[in-house]
């Protein structure tokens, strides 16, 4: 049993085993078949993937390239037209694209100018870029009286870019008052004008923007006269054209015009950089100016302590009140419409350019006071006007000079010895305006002497003096300079400098006391630290100065029986024992140009 058993278990396992080889090799044919197919189908599937992503390739790359071409041509295209248009924003705020006036291909951007702004940074800035209050705390506290007046700034357009006067007008609609803001005008060229009207429709401001024609040849004060006359807003406000306004500037100036209609008021500022047009506090440590005695312009000084107490007992908020000045200068201003027309305007015959007219604010101002307004600076009435300050000491220009002998024989006629005495090349015959003098004789205005007496009380116009103009060594082409320490109030050291017939090299003797003054009224006295050393302080009695003629016009300054030095090593001003030496040797005259 067990051996038959074993052979059908043998015979059984052979011809499984056969069964199993017979199917095994069946199996393994189909399994390699259906491998080949797989592979195949594998195989073509890749193939056609690879085709199908070169093709994706290709045509993503042809795509490329002909943005890029297209691109290229327009680029070229705008290029090809930069010339005939005006820096400007186009389409979102954000975004910018330049744009240029058409005069623009044959004139530089104000070639004469001391400075320009950077067209490319301003053109990449967008209307509503956002920037800082540096008012006093306050200012930003206090409650400003509801008012029914409207303000119409007026812009004077001439070489910034539109990106800049686009700013200006945006800033201009943001960021005053609710209901303030009657209208903005701007002045410009025939040539300028549809260009910029194009522009104004396009950012949606035409709204409230105007765009009024006048001549190319046109200074800024018959410019802004015209614009006075076309204004209807009760308020004028005066700007120069890259000038962007800043939070609540409207509220403090409506509100002392209200309080004081017969105001004409000098805004704070803050400045902008025109290069990387970042906002810069103006830390205002002299906001009153004093006329320069030979009547070209103003010089800043220090709020004087007179000026501090009036405010703290008319106020309740002293840092916020009013400050009243002598003169403005080179500031954004306002006015009422209705007295500004009254009083005549602006002196139109004034000789300068559409962005500068030397003289005519200073004029205003005297004319302002004398014919019973005020003219004050409102710390808390700030806007933000591009920073252009023409480089110091140089020389008078020839318009200049006529503004100046404009105002003189208009106000200074019973001054006018004194007048030739304080300005250089100064000549008789300059002729005054017959409209503002009809205008100053129907409004009974007080002269030049109330002026001095009861407004400029630190100015030393009126007084007769032994000699005025440059103290220029004999040794060498270097004179007496006080670097710019001439404010009243404000104290440093003079040198000696290179001579250029500037303000800072002017000097004054008078008669009465013999001392040797700046035209804010500083001397000339020793230091009192470096005893040999002279400096500017407030004058006091005794210091006086003497002239010690050597040969023709040149002489010694003598002070405390000593004598003024020039050393070569030091540009400090020495006095030592007196020699006959070149060093100690000067003149004391007229710079001529």
Request: glycine share 6%.
């Amino acid at each position: 049993m067990n051996e038959l058993r074993q052979i059908r278990s043998v015979e059984d396992f052979k011809a499984e085993q056969a069964e199993d080889e017979e199917g095994g090799w069946a199996t393994e044919k189909d399994e390699i078949e259906a491998l080949k197919l797989l592979l195949r189908k594998v195989i073509v599937k890749k193939y056609n993937n690879r085709h199908i992503r070169t093709r994706c390739f290709i045509y993503l790359g042809l795509f490329t390239l002909l943005t890029l071409l297209f691109v290229y041509k327009v680029g070229t295209a705008l290029q090809c037209q930069s010339s005939l248009l005006i820096p400007a924003f186009q389409g979102d705020t954000s975004a910018a694209t330049p744009v240029y006036y058409q005069e623009q291909q044959k004139t530089p951007l104000r070639s004469n100018a001391p400075q320009s702004l950077s067209r490319r940074k301003s053109d990449s800035l967008a209307l509503n870029r956002p920037l800082l209050d540096y008012r006093p705390e306050v200012c930003k506290v206090k409650k400003y009286k509801p008012t029914k007046l409207k303000t119409s700034i007026i812009i004077i357009v001439d070489r910034v870019p539109l990106s800049a006067i686009l700013r200006t007008v945006y800033s201009a609609v943001v960021r005053t008052g609710s209901g303030s803001l009657q209208e903005v005008l701007l002045v410009a060229t025939p040539v300028q004008k549809p260009q910029i009207e194009s522009q104004l429709y396009h950012h949606s401001l035409s709204s409230i923007a105007t765009v009024i024609e006048a001549p190319v040849q046109a200074s800024q004060s018959l410019c802004r006269n015209i614009a006075a006359h076309h204004a209807s807003g009760d308020v004028l406000v005066f700007v120069p054209e890259a000038t962007e306004f800043l939070a609540g500037w409207a509220e403090p100036l409506l509100e002392a015009m209200v309080d004081q209609p017969n105001l004409l008021a000098g805004l704070a500022m803050d400045e902008i950089n025109p290069d990387s047009f970042e906002q810069v506090e103006h830390v205002p440590w002299h906001l009153i100016s004093l006329p320069r005695w030979d009547l070209t312009s103003a010089v800043p000084i220090e709020i004087p302590a007179h000026e501090t107490n009036r405010r703290i007992r008319t106020s309740p908020y002293p840092d916020a009140a009013p400050i009243q000045t002598p003169v403005l200068q080179f500031s954004p201003w306002a006015v009422g419409r209705l007295s500004f027309l009254q009083r005549g305007g602006l002196d139109q015959g004034m000789e300068g350019t559409r962005s500068e007219v030397p003289g005519d604010l200073l004029e205003l101002s005297i004319r302002w006071w004398c014919c019973g307004g005020e003219v004050v600076y409102l710390p808390c009435s700030k806007v933000a006007p591009v920073s252009l300050h023409a480089p110091p000491n140089q020389q008078l220009k020839e318009h200049t000079l006529k503004n100046a002998q404009r105002t003189a024989a208009l106000w200074a006629r019973s001054h006018m010895s004194h007048f030739l005495d304080r300005l250089p090349t100064a000549r008789q015959g300059g002729s005054a305006d017959p409209m503002l003098r009809k205008v100053i004789n129907d409004n009974s205005c007080n002269n030049l002497g109330w002026y001095i007496a009861n407004v400029a009380t630190d100015w030393v116009f009126g007084e007769k003096l032994l000699r005025s103009g440059v103290i220029r060594s004999a040794a060498g082409n270097v004179c007496v300079d006080n670097m710019g320490y001439e404010g009243r109030y404000s104290f440093g050291r003079p040198e000696f400098y290179g001579c250029h017939g500037g303000h800072t090299q002017h000097w004054i003797w008078h008669a009465a006391t013999r001392q040797l003054k700046t035209e804010t009224g500083k001397c000339l006295v020793s230091d009192v630290y470096w005893h040999d050393v002279i400096t500017l302080r407030y004058c006091e009695e005794g210091e006086q100065w003497d002239w010690q003629v050597v040969r023709g016009n040149i002489g010694k300054l003598v002070y405390k029986d000593l004598c003024l030095e020039w050393r070569a090593e030091n540009r400090l001003l020495f006095y030592t024992e007196c020699k006959n030496v070149p060093s100690q040797e000067f003149t004391f005259e007229k710079l001529s140009a």
